[in-house]
């Protein structure tokens, strides 16, 4: 069974993606983590997210890249977010992610076109969001409890261009699957999140 998690940035999408592959025993893949790691090699190469020839020559950054926690940081999301634009970035990282997906006993795959693009096939597709203010209140607790000193409303702006960056680029946008699922996380807790995606998934299979 494929199962496909998208939505925004802080919606709780990566959360509920891990809470799922552990109840159904399925390998999982953050794929906002590989866009992230190509937003970091071209900052390392003191490249220009926005230039296409930078991002691509960025997608061969090595493995052990995946485990730097600069990679969570925000101004490396918006990194990411700069570099997943160009069609040529998002195909150099497609068989990676499709390999992953179309593995024997099935896998979850968290992002922003995996129902869409990676995975159209998907049994099961889920689209996470949440309200900008919720996304932005979780977003500043977190940064808080890392000591980061932000204030809301500059997340809630970064947010917003982020939302508009990914939601507006000409491939593979930000957009739910037509067969997909969705859940707004906005007013619900961590379980109970976690417990309607399963029950969406239980349903789909
Ligand atoms: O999910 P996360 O915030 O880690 O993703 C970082 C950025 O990577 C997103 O803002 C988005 O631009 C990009 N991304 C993407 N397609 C995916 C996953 C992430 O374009 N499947």
Known sequence: MIIAVDGPTASGKGTIAKALAAHFGLPHLDTGLLYRAVGRQVFLNGGDPNDSADALAATDFPAALLDDPQLRSEDNGGWASRVSVHPAV???????????????GGAVLDGRDIGTVIAPEAEAKLFITASVAARAQRRFAEM??????????????????????????????????????????????????????????????
Do not use: H, K, N
Not at 90 to 99: F, H
């Open 144 to 205: 808080c409890e890392r000591g980061e000193a932000v204030t809301l409303e500059a997340i809630e702006d970064d947010l917003r261009r982020r939302d508009e960056r990914d939601s507006t680029r000409a491939v593979a946008p930000l957009v739910p699957a037509p067969d997909a699922m969705v859940i707004d996380t906005s007013a619900l807790d961590r379980d109970a999140a976690i417990a309607a995606a399963i029950a969406m998934v239980e349903c789909a299979r």
């Open 90 to 104: 998002r195909t150099a990282l497609y068989e990676r992610q499709r390999a992953f997906a179309t593995q024997p």
